[in-house]
């Protein structure tokens, strides 16, 4: 049973950055997201990247966080920079299988296999 674990959450004043790592991914035709989820809200997607690298953000990101992945250490990365309050939340990463039946990245039901979430406070 391969789990998701993140890290790298923390405390951050507004316009700093932070780096969240997410071991355990790499699971062959399965995309990868992250997604956050504030007190009172909705979880949201943050951002995607597919089995070939191509990357998806939501708007409200605006150009501050970038995904990646290191497929041969199995980590998923989310960069953050440009902190706001706004982003004050849990974030999660996520699996999704690859397959014609998806509707969209940001659907949280499509993710199958997640991790325990990270907290990230802007203040």
């Known amino acids: 049973q391969v789990q998701l674990v993140e890290s790298g959450g923390g405390s951050v004043q507004a316009g700093g950055s932070l780096r969240l790592s997410c071991t355990g991914s790499g699971y062959r035709g399965y995309s990868m997201g992250w997604f956050r989820q504030a007190p009172g809200r909705q979880r949201e997607g943050v951002a995607s990247?597919?089995?070939?690298?191509?990357?998806k953000y939501s708007d409200f990101v605006n150009g501050r966080f970038a995904i990646a992945q290191d497929n041969a250490k199995s980590i998923l990365y989310l960069q953050m920079s440009a902190l706001d309050a706004e982003d004050t939340a849990v974030y999660y990463c996520?699996?999704?299988?690859?397959?014609?039946?998806?509707?969209?990245?940001?659907?949280?039901?499509?993710?199958?296999?997640w991790g325990q979430g990270t907290q990230v406070t802007v203040s």
């Open positions: 990247i597919d089995v070939v690298g191509r990357t």
């Open positions: 996520a699996a999704r299988l690859e397959w014609p039946g998806n509707l969209s990245w940001r659907r949280s039901e499509e993710y199958t296999k």
